[in-house]
């Protein structure tokens, strides 16, 4: 088991670029999120989905799109990218009727200049 | 506004001694509170978790303590290790939603 993987590891985009980061998960874990981690305000919920198909807003979730087409991707997409999205983003996913223990992957550091 | 609230900031403890880390949340709708050890260029990894109809959790060196009626709750680290050191995250949830307080950085000096 590979757990949960995201690619690319560091990227750096101009303002106003687009791009996607994927998420992948091989633990057949229904419930995907994805959260961005900044100095001093720990990890913020960006958006989560709880199947194919079904997708939610978190706590943060402007200049943010995501889909769930199938169980095991969950790709974050930033429409227009702003320096307010430098951040390191993480994602996460949990099996339902568990302990709601989310593994995490190793995330991705992202810089907009 | 974060639901959770976490202190200190960072923290420094002499190998062998005691880190203690608090945090206190509002939403009574929470009813799973883990801890979340983080390394650095690391995701976060989970420690040890509690629910509120247990007012203590032990596993190893690591221990939750937990006030319901205070809506606070702890990690104690007994025996810190210089390998403890790294950052550490409470966090609540109702729905598989996680709500994190902000970190505290710990430092275990040799």
């Known amino acids: 088991n590979a757990g949960v993987t995201q690619t690319p590891k560091f990227q750096v985009l101009k303002t106003g670029q687009s791009m996607t980061l994927q998420c992948a998960q091989d633990m057949n874990h229904e419930y995907m999120s994805w959260y961005r981690q900044d100095p001093g305000m720990g990890l913020r919920l960006i958006h989560y989905?709880?199947?194919?198909?079904?997708?939610d807003q978190g706590e943060v979730p402007n200049g943010y799109n995501v889909s769930r087409s199938t169980t095991e991707d969950f790709p974050l997409r930033l429409l227009s990218a702003a320096p307010s999205q430098t951040s390191v983003y993480f994602c996460?996913?949990?099996?339902?009727?568990?302990?709601?223990?989310?593994?995490f992957g190793p995330g991705t550091r992202l810089t907009v200049t | 506004q974060q639901q959770v609230k976490q202190s200190p900031q960072s923290l420094i403890v002499q190998k062998g001694g005691i880190s203690i880390i608090n945090c206190a949340y509002e939403n009574t709708a929470f009813d799973y509170f883990p801890w979340y050890q983080q390394f650095p260029g690391k995701g976060p990894a989970l420690l040890i978790a509690i629910r509120p109809d247990v007012s203590e959790k032990k596993e190893g060196r690591f221990t939750i303590s937990f006030n319901k009626s205070a809506k606070q709750f702890s990690l104690h680290i007994m025996d810190s290790q210089p390998g403890d050191s790294a950052t550490y995250f409470c966090?609540?949830?109702?729905?598989?939603?996680?709500?994190f307080g902000a970190g505290t950085t710990v430092t275990v000096r040799a």
């Open positions: 966090a609540a949830s109702g729905d598989y939603k996680l709500s």
């Open positions: 996460a996913s949990t099996s339902p009727g568990g302990a709601y223990e989310q593994y």
């Open positions: 989905s709880v199947g194919a198909g079904i997708t």
